[in-house]
């Protein structure tokens, strides 16, 4: 018996499985599966952010009518429309449109920084460990991956603006106010998921896109600092960022939906040059192509100690140099900070408080950095490049130990380089020359504090390397916490639970002896678990 096949049928599957963008569904419903607990955690956790802000300001930093018209003429001040403005309605504030001067910028931000997390996870991540590969060994088209991350993006901020707009309602928000509010967070999302999109095709490795991604956020928010100085309501500046664009819309004052367009006409360039740059490269490669090492490795990098100093090089200089922006840029509010005549800071020599409060910040980058040079070690095992270092006479306890020790000096090293800044800019700003030794001092206290949070996710890669990620959650717990817990009405107990709660804030604070050496003590009870975990464990096989 013979049997044929239909023309039609035979040129239609043909077609269907030549298609770029072929089996784009089920990787959608991948995507969906894997993103079901990262996704919604940051759906929720932006959700619940708006109430808690909002009651934090209204019963701690505006709780009367009073307090309320000080903090306004505190936000119009130019060095504070940097951090959050710029102020929309203030001849008539609001405790929600203090809300929105405050605090939106910041909403903004995380909401793009989840994006590109999002859209780097799914695209570049997939090619770097190879799974893309053995996914487009089946019937997927070149585009499928690519198509299927931006309709996760969409769909997530979908939910997100919803979700929120939800929340502002409950605060207070008239529904069309609260609606655009929540389209504001999913324009900024959905620029920089396009942003991430492009970027991950220009290198190789995940680290790269979403740092160029993040480098572009960085100038979209200076921008919008910048403009946000040049008037209370956003000068030209303002108009040439994203996040500019959608603070533009004048939520609850004079609401304006068209600055959105701007956003979605940027998206869809970006989309576009994404799906033409995907074209113009090879799976696995970047349109940068990386460049080629030497032979042979000189006579300093053949030790651990050294080749993981190699290894944390590039991060540490490009961080470290951020961080001397960011400290001159902060440190040069100071003098605006010291001359603060408003009642709500009488008696309070504000100059000093910002800067310990500017240090403190100091040392919660510093905890970012530290979770990402141990989760760096994570990624090393799993794509199988630490078994060729291990078949020689390198032992587990001396790879990972000389990892953590590059990691701690690195640690005093950008504090001692942020401090710097920071006493730098605050010295230029008032004239006092004893900032700089003072701050830099102040920020080295803190070393402690960031040492935990570096034993916390090297305890968890020895010990549950699955659960590493927790790390995450102890970090932006214990600076919530720190931040926020007086304000939220946590109880003492509760508020020292958090590993930045232990330490006064320098340089306002004096010097405590013991919470330094307890904190030390933990830190390298933590680093023994670990060394100890990894030792006892298998290795991942890559």
């Known amino acids: 018996m013979t049997a044929t096949v239909s023309p039609a049928r035979a040129r239609t599957g043909s077609r269907a499985a030549g298609s770029p963008l072929t089996g784009t569904g089920a990787m ?6 894997r993103d079901r607990i990262k996704l919604p955690i940051w759906v929720l956790a932006l959700t619940a952010l708006v109430p808690r802000f909002y009651n934090a300001a209204t019963t701690s930093v505006v709780p009367t009518p009073e307090a309320l018209a000080e903090a306004t003429q505190m936000i119009q001040v130019s060095f504070m429309r940097v951090l959050g403005g710029p102020v929309f309605g203030a001849e008539a504030i609001t405790t929600q449109r203090y809300f929105l001067a405050a605090y939106w910028v910041e909403f903004l931000l995380a909401a793009a920084l989840m994006n590109i997390l999002l859209i780097t996870r799914h695209t570049r991540a997939e090619e770097q460990t190879g799974r893309a590969e053995l996914i487009r060994a089946a019937v997927v088209g070149r585009h499928a991956q690519l198509t299927a991350a931006l309709i996760i993006a969409l769909l997530g901020n979908v939910v997100l603006a919803v979700f929120t707009a939800a929340a502002a309602i409950s605060i207070g928000f008239p529904t069309g106010s609260a609606l655009l509010f929540g389209a504001t967070l999913a324009a900024v999302g959905l620029a920089f998921a396009a942003v991430a999109a492009v970027t991950a095709q220009i290198t190789e490795y995940s680290r ?7 480098a572009a956020l960085t100038v979209a928010w200076i921008l ?20 500019g664009w959608s603070q533009q819309t004048r939520v609850l004052a004079g609401e304006r939906w068209w600055p959105l367009g701007l956003s979605a006409l940027l998206t869809g360039l970006l989309v576009a040059g994404a799906y033409t740059l995907a074209s113009r490269r090879d799976l696995g490669a970047g349109l940068v192509a990386p460049r080629p090492g030497p032979a042979s490795a000189p006579s300093w990098l053949r030790s651990p100690f050294t080749l993981a100093l190699r290894l944390q090089q590039a991060a540490i200089v490009s961080w470290g140099a951020a961080f001397l922006a960011i400290g001159l840029v902060l440190g040069g509010m100071t003098g605006g900070m010291a001359n603060t005549d408003l009642p709500i800071f009488a008696g309070a020599d504000f100059g000093r408080a910002w800067v310990s409060l500017m240090v403190f910040t100091g040392s919660l980058y510093t905890g970012v950095f530290v979770v990402l040079s141990v989760l760096r070690l994570r990624a090393e095992e799993v794509r199988g490049r630490v078994g060729p270092v291990l078949a020689g006479p390198t032992g587990r306890s001396t790879w990972l130990g000389s990892s953590l020790l590059v990691s701690a000096l690195a640690v005093i090293a950008l504090l001692a380089v942020y401090g710097a800044g920071l006493g730098a800019g605050a010295a230029a700003s008032t004239g006092d020359l004893g900032f700089v030794g003072e701050v830099i001092a102040a920020c080295l206290l803190r070393i402690p504090e960031v040492l935990v949070l570096l034993a916390v996710p090297a305890a968890l890669f020895g010990l549950a390397p699955r659960a590493i990620s927790v790390a995450w959650a102890v970090l932006v717990y214990s600076g919530f916490v720190q931040i926020l817990g ?39 009870a933590l680093t023994i678990l670990g060394l100890y975990g990894l030792r006892r464990r298998d290795l991942a096989s890559g």
């Open 28 to 33: 959608v419903r991948l995507a969906l599966r």
């Open 208 to 214: 790269g896109a979403s740092g160029l991604a993040g």
């Open 224 to 243: 919008r600092g910048a403009g946000a100085m040049q008037s209370q309501e956003g000068g030209p500046l303002f108009w040439l960022s994203p996040i």
């Open 486 to 524: 007086s304000f939220a009405g946590m109880p003492g107990w509760l508020v020292n639970t958090s590993v930045l709660s232990h330490l006064p804030w320098h340089p306002l604070g004096a010097f405590a002896p013991v919470a330094t050496v307890v904190l030390l003590a933990l830190a390298a």
